[in-house]
């Protein structure tokens, strides 16, 4: 009905009829009118029977209209006198039928009913057929194939897609296990259009490329010749054969750059014709700004200039890529956003499966979308990840950014730092500001912020008490939860997988349900590091998430790094006199299973000045700090850990000491 596609117009009722007891009489009543109201208009008829066919060698093709196999003849419609009769149909521009049963080589009418019918021969006659008049047809692959060239175009074959030499390699190409066919008869005795089944959509995208698609092609093609004028996908193709044949023209760096072109145009044109139809209708333009970013494009891209249009996304994505790897997984993850903003979460739609795995890529979208779908705290939101890299010294000297939405990386940047607090506070204030506006086009306020940290930083630099901005604590506008940095940046005599691994075993320890809480230590337990290691030694790597009541007198440094690498979480006061132990653990007790969103809360109504008696119980929770490990951060350090390199010169403080 896509006036820019078939141009077929609908004429009510008739024009589609499903179901499993439909009746031959009222099948060949709907095909009856069909012609008579094409045959009104001067036009051309498409019958597409689509269904359950029987039928043997030599005999007629039978469509069964009534649900059921080995019913009676009279209740089916007999196909081969059916389109006879229609052909013969006086003033008929034409017939084009689509037969996609089993047995459906037997739908072509006999031979003298064509050519020495009531119309003398002077009929048009196209007939795609799904299998052959002894063959099974399966899960409508003719009519599904079809469908998808049509709406996906086929470069090079002009203007229309025709039952033709080029329709027919194609679909045989997608089809499996059954044999499909043509027959063409055309005795009309004017020359005209041959009759075609829809407008090539690969030849009207060419007419439509947007902007970025016309520069990758104007650049490409600048390079083999400046004086060299392709401007379509259509040209492209024509020119690479030529090319081919004629060992042509070109540099072979410059002609591989032309073929990458042409596959970037033949994958933005069925991503656009996929997204136009499945997502389109349901997008607004604060829509596709969300879904660029969700895509990992770039910032300047999503926010200079008029809101970008589909066609934008896609063909930036087809043609630059973006935070993925490569332009089919840039498209990957736009298509995972767009299910993602249009509220597909569980499944995807049919037509987005089957592009998938046309270019292979049904786990990137699969990935993608349930990184996205994924909601750490029950918001789906922005978040930050800052990283404070010490390169093995005492100094932070740099801040590592990520902003996460779910599970997914939208963007990384790194912030050097200067010497001194003053070079920290700048660089964590620049990496707040520069996540600032991803969270605007998200639409969402950033709230809550990852810090990761070696263990003298972390002991040494409480994150949420770090001011960034106007004298403004950072725990004060965002929830912040300290991480230890070392499933980043491992120990020495560890490795990165080590490290996973006993994160991996803390996390089965805390979802037993038995865990109602951290392991306490005792005093003389962390009397020095010695005793401390004896203890340790008793427990297994990640078994436990250890908590310390009061500060050793000594070696506080090196009792949190060796407890940290047993288990990369840890409780500990925020000073070291702690005026009621009892009261502290019973506290950390009870909010366990909110921890650490409840200590972030309870520091934040400290600064606030709510004061003691407020909550008895959340108030010493002020005084508690935590470098928390959960399923996010586990599963953000395992992203990480392909690229984690430890350079050879990096020692930490207990290595140097």
């Known amino acids: 009905m896509d006036p820019k596609l078939g141009a077929c117009v609908d004429r009510g009722e008739h024009s589609l009829l499903i179901g499993t007891n439909l009746g031959s009489t009222q099948v060949r009543e709907a095909v009856e009118r069909a012609a008579q109201d094409a045959r009104r208009d001067g036009g051309l008829l498409v019958l597409a029977l689509l269904g359950h066919g029987e039928g043997a060698e030599g005999a007629p093709l039978y469509f069964v209209t009534s649900g059921s196999e080995n019913a009676p003849p009279l209740s089916n419609v007999d196909v081969p006198s059916l389109l006879g009769a229609v052909l013969n149909d006086p003033r008929l521009a034409g017939l084009i039928a689509i037969v996609d049963t089993c047995f459906a080589g037997g739908a072509v009418p006999a031979t003298p009913v064509i050519t020495a019918g009531p119309q003398g021969g002077n009929v048009r006659f196209s007939l795609l057929f799904g299998a052959t008049a002894k063959g099974l047809a399966f899960h409508l692959q003719l009519s599904r194939g079809l469908t998808r ?4 175009g086929l470069p090079g074959a002009g203007e229309f897609l025709k039952v033709d030499d080029d329709l027919m390699e194609q679909l045989r190409e997608q089809i499996d296990g059954q ?22 959509r690969a030849s009207s995208f ?3 490329l947007g902007s970025i698609a016309r520069k990758a092609v104007r650049d490409a093609v600048r390079r083999i010749d400046s004086n060299l004028q392709l401007s379509t996908e259509g040209e492209l193709a024509a020119w690479l ?16 750059r032309l073929r990458e072109v042409l596959a970037e145009l033949e994958a933005g044109r069925k991503t656009l014709n996929v997204a136009n139809k499945v997502f389109g209708p349901n997008l607004t333009e604060d829509d596709l700004r969300l879904v660029g970013m969700l895509a990992g494009l770039p910032l300047h891209f999503l926010r200079h200039g008029p809101p970008p249009n589909l066609r934008d996304l896609v ?9 993925a790897e490569g332009q089919h997984r840039a498209l ?17 739609p049919e037509d987005v499966v089957v592009w998938a795995q046309d270019f292979e890529l049904t786990p990137a979208v699969n990935s993608h979308l349930r990184e996205l779908n994924h909601q750490p705290h029950g918001d789906w939101a922005p978040r930050l990840v800052l ?5 093995g010294g005492e100094s932070v000297v740099r801040v590592d950014a990520w902003l996460l939405f779910g599970r997914a990386v939208l963007g990384s940047q790194r912030f050097p730092c200067g010497l001194g607090d003053k070079g920290l506070k700048t660089a964590l204030a620049e990496a707040v500001a520069w996540s600032a506006p991803w969270a605007n086009i998200a639409g969402k306020r950033l709230k809550h912020i990852d810090v990761a940290a070696p263990t003298l930083v972390l002991l040494d630099c409480p994150p949420e008490e770090q001011i960034i901005r106007k004298q403004t604590k950072l725990g004060v506008n965002y929830t912040v939860t300290s991480r230890w940095s070392g499933l980043l940046t491992p120990p020495l005599g560890a490795t990165v997988d080590d490290m996973l691994q006993v994160g991996e075993e803390l996390l089965d320890s805390l979802d037993d349900s038995n865990c109602s809480g951290p392991e306490w230590l005792h005093v003389e337990q962390l009397a020095t590091v010695e005793q401390l290691q004896k203890h340790l030694s008793n427990h297994g ?8 009541a009061s500060l050793p007198e000594r070696d506080w440094d090196f009792v949190a790094q060796e407890l940290l690498e047993h288990t990369p979480a840890l409780v500990w006061p925020r000073q070291k006199d702690v005026s009621d132990k009892q009261v502290l653990k019973a506290s950390v007790g009870k909010h366990w299973r909110a921890l650490p969103q409840r200590i972030a809360h309870a520091y934040r109504q400290h600064l606030s000045g709510v004061g003691a008696g407020h909550d008895d119980d959340l108030g010493p929770l002020a005084t508690v700090r935590v470098a928390w490990h959960d399923k996010d951060w586990q599963e953000f350090c395992r992203r990480r850990a392909s690229t984690v390199l430890r350079a050879p010169d990096d020692m930490t403080h207990k290595e140097r000491a």
């Open 332 to 348: 990957a993850h736009l298509v995972a956003a767009m299910a993602h903003v249009t509220g597909h979460r569980d499944e995807l």
């Open 241 to 256: 054969e030529e090319s081919r044949q004629t060992a042509g023209a070109g540099s072979w760096a410059a002609v591989h």
């Open 206 to 208: 060419n007419r439509d």
């Open 315 to 323: 063909e930036y994505a087809a043609h630059h890529g973006g935070a």
């Open 149 to 152: 060239l049509i709406e996906e």
């Open 387 to 391: 990283v404070l890299a010490d390169d």
């Open 541 to 548: 790597f990640g078994q436990r998430v250890w908590a310390v």
């Open 179 to 200: 044999q499909p066919g043509r027959y063409l008869f055309d005795g009309a005795p004017y020359f005209g259009d041959a009759l075609w089944l829809a407008r090539n």
